[in-house]
C-alpha cells in the first residue's frame, strides 16, 4: 500500500514541525493584512480545485477506507471517513459559502472619544497562528482550513491517521487555490506524519509561533490536550445537553421538542442526552413523550421514578447521568421544579446546551439565569446549538470554555482585537 | 514576631486548598445573580472598614516592613510595600470607585432573529472562580477583590510572602464589607500560607473549580504560572513598549511625547522603553529630544548611529532592544521608515503598547495597521495604556495574549457570556 506516513527521529521530526511554525507564522505576517478580496479568491480557487482533484481526492480516500477495513474500523466510524461525490461537492460548496461570509477582520467593535480628546477604537484583528488537531472526518481539513484562512489566520492541521491519504489529497487542493490567489501555501499547511510526538510538538507551541490550539475529537484526545498545552485552547468537549420539561410545558410541542433534540441525528454535539420532567406532569406527559422517542428508536434509561411511569424503560445508573451517548439512548429523570433541574444540570452537565420546554416565561427566565451553560434555550430543539443556525455561518464547533468564546466558533470567534488610540499630541498628567 | 505564615504537610495543605476551591465555587454559584445593588453594598462597606480598620492595617504593615527590612529589601521595593494613611484613603476611596462602575454583569452584548424565528442574545455572565497570583503592592489585594466582585466572580487570591499581614489585614476588612451585605465570606479569599505549593495547586485547578488564573507579577512569576497552569491565565506580561518618532514628526509634540512616555512614570508597564527614530530626522530631532530625557535624568543607550549623532549616550547591546526597564533608562535606535520601525517593534516588542509620533497620517495608519499590539497609538503617549485613561474604570492590569481580552483588562473583560434562544416550539429540520 502506498503510504505518506512518515516516521522519523525526534530530532528531524522536531526540526520539520520548527520549521513549520515557522512559516506559519511568515504566513499570518502576510494574511493579516490580506484584502478581503484576496483570501475570497484563494478559497473560491480552492473550492474550484476540490472539484477538479476529485478523482484524486476519491482514490485517496479508497486507500484510508482499505486500510480502515483491514484494522476492523466499525462501520458507523467508516460511513464518516466515507467520501464520495456528493460529499466532495459539499465540501467545495463549504469553502464558497465561507467565502460568502462578511470578513471579520478590520471591523470596529467599539469606539469611543475620551474627554481630553484621545479616539479609542477596538478592531478585530486576525490571531495569528492556529493549530488545529482533529481525528474526525476528512472535510475538517477543508472546513477548518478554510475558517482560518478568512479569518486572516495561519493554520497547522493535524488530521487522524484514519484518514491520513484523503486530508493529504483534500490539502494539496487548497495549497493550488491559496497560490493561485497569490498568497503563501503556508497559510494552511498539514502536518505530514502521523506520529504522535508532533501533537506534543505543536502543544508546546512550536517555540512560540503557535498562539493557540484548537483540540477537535474525542474526550482523550482534548483530555490530551487540556493536560499537555503549554499554549492557551479553545475547547470543545463533548455535549451532554438536556431538555426540560418543565411543569407548565405545552404537551404537543414538548413531544415534537424531546423527539427531534435527541433522535434528529445523534451523532452530534447539541443532541440532548438527557431527558428531566416534572413530577406534577410525569404521570399525563412522561408516556407519549417517550413512547414517541421508542418508536423513533431510542433507548430509554430512566431513573426508578421514571420505570415506574413507564415500565419498559431500563434502569439508569449513575454513569448514564454522566453520559455523551451520541447515539440512539436518553437518560431520564423525574425533577422537583426548576430549582431541582439546574442542580441536576449543573451538577452532570458539561455547560454546553439545555432547554426548557414551558408555556410559563417566570419559568423559563429563572431557568436560563440560573445556568452557567454556553447556550440556553427556550421552547427549542437543542440540535439548533450550531453556528450555521445561529446564523454565524459555518463553524468549527462549539466552545464549552468560558474564556475567549462559548458557544458557536465561526470566524468572528476566530480573531482577537487590537486598540487604535488616535491623538494630538496628548502627554499624561 | 507574629506571623500569619503556616506551613504545614502537603496532605493537609491540599485538603485546605481544595476546601477553599469549594467554597469560591460555591460562593461563585451566589455571587452569579446577586443584584448589583448587594454587590455595590459589599464594596462601598469594604470601602468603610478599610477605613475603620486603619490602626491594625498599619500595623500589619509595620510588621511586614519589618521582616523586609531585616532580610535587607531595596528601599524602591519598601516603598511599594509601605502602607501610609494617604494609600489607605486611596485604596478605600479604589473601592468605591469600582461600586460607582456600570455592572458588567447582564448586559446584552447582541440580539438578532433568525428566519424562523428564534430569539438569540448574547448576554455578559461572570466567568466563575478566578485565582489571582501576585507580588506586588499589597493594594492590589483590595483592588483585584473589588473587581472580581463587582463582575460577580469569586476569587481566590494569592499575595507575596513579602506582604502577608497587610494582605491579610486588608483582607479582613473586604470580608466584613461582604457579610454586612450578606454575600458569603468566600466571595473573596486569601490563601493563608506563603508556601509556594499553594500556588502549584492553584495552577492545577483546585480540582476543577478554578475557572481562571491572572498573575501579576515580575517575569519569573508569569513564565512560572504559564508553564505550570493547567486552566486557562490571563497573562499579563511585560510592557516593552516603543515610542517611534516618524519622519513626518512635530519636533515639540516629540519632545513633550516622549518624555512623558518614558519619564512620567518609569516602573508601570506602559512606560516606553525604547525610542524608534527615522534616519532623515535624526540630525535635526535626535539631540533635543534626548537632551530632554537626560535632563529628566534618563541614561540614554543607542545604536552606534545614535552615539555619532549624541556622544554621550552610551552603547547599547542586543539585550537593550528586549529589556523592560521600568527605570529611567531608554534604548535609542535609529530607523529607516515605518517598515523598519515596524520590523524592529516585531522582534523586540512585547505586543504591548506602541506609538508612532507624525503628523503624516498615511504613515500613522500604515504604522497601526502592521503592528500586531494590543494596543497601537498615534500621537500620544504611551503611558495612555491604562484601563483607568481608556475610561474603563479600575483594571487589574494590561492583558498581553490574544485570546479573551487584550489590553486593560477591567470588570467588562472579567466576564463571559451565554446565548440565550427563545423559542416556540422550533425543531430543526
Known amino acids: 500500500m502506498n503510504t505518506v506516513v512518515i516516521k522519523e527521529s525526534q530530532g528531524t521530526l522536531g526540526a520539520r514541525m520548527s520549521a513549520m511554525g515557522d512559516a506559519a507564522r511568515g504566513a499570518a505576517a ?76 478590520g471591523k470596529e467593535l467599539a469606539r469611543w472619544t475620551q474627554p481630553n480628546g484621545l479616539d479609542i477604537a477596538r478592531v478585530a484583528t486576525p490571531i495569528g497562528v492556529i493549530g488545529i488537531i482533529y481525528e474526525s472526518r476528512p472535510n475538517v481539513t477543508a472546513d477548518a482550513g478554510a475558517l482560518c484562512m478568512k479569518s486572516g489566520n495561519a493554520v497547522i492541521l493535524r488530521g487522524g491517521s484514519e484518514s491520513v491519504h484523503s486530508s493529504h489529497a483534500i490539502h494539496a487542493a487548497l495549497v493550488e487555490g491559496i497560490e493561485s490567489a497569490g498568497l503563501p501555501a503556508a497559510a494552511i499547511q498539514l502536518v505530514p506524519t502521523t506520529d504522535r510526538a508532533a501533537v506534543g510538538m505543536m502543544l508546546e507551541g512550536l517555540g512560540g509561533t503557535v498562539d493557540m490550539i484548537i483540540p477537535r475529537g474525542g474526550k482523550s484526545l482534548v483530555a490530551r490536550v487540556q493536560a499537555e498545552a503549554r499554549v492557551p485552547v479553545l475547547a470543545h468537549l463533548e455535549g451532554i445537553c438536556h431538555s426540560y420539561v418543565h411543569a407548565g410545558a405545552d404537551l404537543e410541542k414538548a413531544r415534537a421538542i424531546v423527539v427531534n433534540a435527541k433522535m434528529r441525528r445523534t451523532g452530534i454535539c447539541g443532541a440532548t442526552e438527557t431527558l428531566l420532567i416534572d413530577r406534577c406532569i410525569a404521570e399525563t406527559h412522561l408516556a407519549p413523550i417517550l413512547s414517541d422517542l421508542s418508536k423513533a428508536g431510542c433507548e430509554i434509561r430512566g431513573d426508578k421514578d421514571v420505570v415506574a411511569v413507564y415500565p419498559s424503560a431500563q434502569l439508569a445508573t449513575e454513569d448514564d447521568w454522566h453520559s455523551e451517548y451520541l447515539d440512539s439512548i436518553i437518560s431520564v429523570r423525574i425533577v422537583d421544579g426548576v430549582d431541582d433541574a439546574v442542580r441536576h444540570i449543573a451538577t452532570y452537565g458539561s455547560q454546553h446546551t439545555e432547554c426548557i420546554v414551558t408555556e410559563d416565561k417566570e419559568a423559563a427566565e429563572q431557568f436560563m439565569d440560573a445556568l452557567d451553560s454556553a447556550i440556553v434555550m427556550h421552547n427549542v430543539s437543542t440540535q439548533f446549538a450550531d453556528g450555521g443556525e445561529f446564523g454565524m455561518g459555518a463553524e468549527i464547533g462549539i466552545g464549552t470554555g468560558k474564556l475567549h468564546a462559548r458557544g458557536p466558533v465561526g470566524v468572528e470567534q476566530l480573531t482577537t482585537f487590537k486598540y487604535l488610540v488616535r491623538g494630538s499630541g496628548q502627554t499624561r498628567p
Open 30 to 105: 502576510g494574511l493579516r493584512t490580506a484584502s478581503t478580496d484576496t483570501k475570497n479568491k484563494a478559497l473560491a480557487a480552492a473550492a474550484q480545485a476540490i472539484r477538479g482533484r476529485k478523482e484524486q481526492i476519491l482514490a485517496a480516500n479508497a486507500r484510508d477506507m482499505e486500510a480502515a477495513a483491514s484494522r476492523g474500523m466499525t462501520s458507523a466510524m467508516m460511513d464518516r471517513l466515507k467520501l464520495d461525490d456528493g460529499r466532495i461537492e459539499a465540501m467545495a460548496k463549504g469553502l464558497e459559502d465561507i467565502a460568502a461570509l462578511p470578513d471579520p477582520v
